[in-house]
Structure formats: structure tokens, C-alpha cells
């Protein structure tokens, strides 16, 4: 999917493996004040520090766990230079909430055995809730370079992770998990619908699912 104005080209694309860790950096920025991540890892003014280095660990390793079972890394590039990034999964994909062992050694170590689990446990959870949609795709990560908030950059992008959905004929739709209410209505507008209300923490949050329905002729 590309697009080209007067002054810019537009695509999205998968992304390339020198722009990993381009993206790892988008997505710290977008994802540093999240209150679920906040929460599991314990962050607090005083190991604000530690929480950071956990944090990075973790992107680091779901970013190469996604890589390494080739499920979709979508960005949105501006004259070939990322400026927007997705994480998506399929349901019926490898990569399960019980990660292959090696996955979870590595982040144990770096993000710790509690918060390990407890991030586990949150896939299961949401996994769990979706199992009536069958086969679909859940967006795990979706970040925009913080200079170019407010232009559009995340429409542009999830309206590419459309047709990445509908490209799968046993694809049902695509779902998020979102705990700010700004971001619901965001999604809200790209015609994701509230699904079910879940709770990680006493962090509260609201599950979306946007149903993928080809017009009939």
C-alpha cells in the first residue's frame, strides 16, 4: 500500500531488519507511560532507571520473538524512512502466550520471573476472551514516531494492517487492547468495537475487536 503527494511518499510495507531497532525505539517511546507495563514492572520515581532497562528488554525480546516466527512487523514509511510501526500476531500462530523456553529464559533474566509471568498471563487472559473470534490477528504493539503525532500517521497505518487482514480469507478481524480512553475513542473511529472490559492489576482496560466483512456484490 503506497501513496504519493506533491511533496511526500507514503507506504506500508514489512519492515526491513535494519529498521528493528528504529522500531524498538518507537515503540519504547509510545509504551514508557503504558499502566499495564508500568505496573508489571514495577515502575516508581525511585528505579525509574531499572524500570527503563526492563523495558527496553522487553520490547527487545518481543520484537525478536515476532521476527523470529515471521509473524507481521508493519511500518509506515515516509520517503523510506519509518516514521510508524505494528506488531501484529495471528491467533493461530506459534507464537502462543506460553512462549518457547529460550524466549522466556531471556526475558526472565532481563525483565525478571514475576513480570514474566504476569505478562504471560495477560496474553492468556486476552487470548482466552477472544477464543469466539477464531481466527484472527491481535495488534500487540502500534507506535508513531512522536514528532509527526496529530498527521495522521496511525490511520494511514492500521488502514494498511486492513488489507493485511483481509488478504487472509480465514481471518475474522483484528483485535487491541487499549487502557486509555483517548486511545479507545481512537480506534473507535477506525471502526474497532468495544468487546469486553478486562482488568490486569486494578489496571483497567478495554478489549476491541474491528470485524473484517467484505461488502457483498
Avoid at 528504529?22 to 525511585?46: G, K, R
Avoid at 529460550?102 to 532481563?110: A, F, N, Q
Avoid at 487482514?165 to 487499549?178: L, Q, Y
Avoid at 473507535?188 to 467484505?214: D, P
Wanted: net charge negative; proline share 2%.
Amino acid at each position: 500500500m503506497s501513496v504519493t503527494t506533491p511533496a511526500d511518499t507514503f507506504s506500508v510495507q514489512y519492515l526491513a531488519a535494519e529498521d528493528i531497532s528504529t522500531a524498538a525505539s518507537l515503540i519504547y517511546q509510545a509504551y514508557h507511560d503504558d499502566p499495564v507495563l508500568q505496573n508489571m514492572l514495577s515502575y516508581n520515581d525511585e528505579n525509574k532507571s531499572v524500570y527503563e532497562k526492563k523495558l527496553r528488554s522487553l520490547i527487545r525480546e518481543e520484537l525478536s520473538s515476532f521476527w523470529q516466527e515471521k509473524q507481521p512487523l508493519i511500518g509506515l514509511y515516509r520517503n523510506d524512512k519509518l516514521k510508524a510501526v505494528a506488531c501484529v500476531f495471528e491467533s493461530n500462530s506459534q507464537l502462543q502466550a506460553q512462549r518457547y523456553w529460550h524466549w522466556r529464559l531471556k526475558l526472565m533474566l532481563s525483565a525478571g520471573y514475576l513480570q514474566t509471568n504476569q505478562l504471560i498471563d495477560k496474553e492468556q487472559t486476552i487470548r482466552d476472551a477472544l477464543k469466539e473470534k477464531g481466527n484472527y490477528y491481535f495488534l500487540a504493539f502500534i507506535a508513531v514516531d512522536p514528532h509527526f503525532h496529530g498527521q495522521g500517521f496511525g490511520r494511514y497505518l492500521l488502514r494498511g494492517l486492513d488489507d493485511l487482514v483481509k488478504c487472509n480469507a480465514e481471518s475474522t478481524g483484528m483485535a487491541v487492547f487499549v487502557t486509555r480512553k483517548e486511545h479507545t475513542e481512537f480506534f473507535k473511529t477506525e471502526k474497532f468495537e468495544a468487546f469486553k472490559h478486562l482488568t490486569f492489576n486494578q489496571v483497567e482496560g478495554e478489549l476491541l475487536f474491528k470485524s473484517i466483512i467484505e461488502p457483498t456484490i
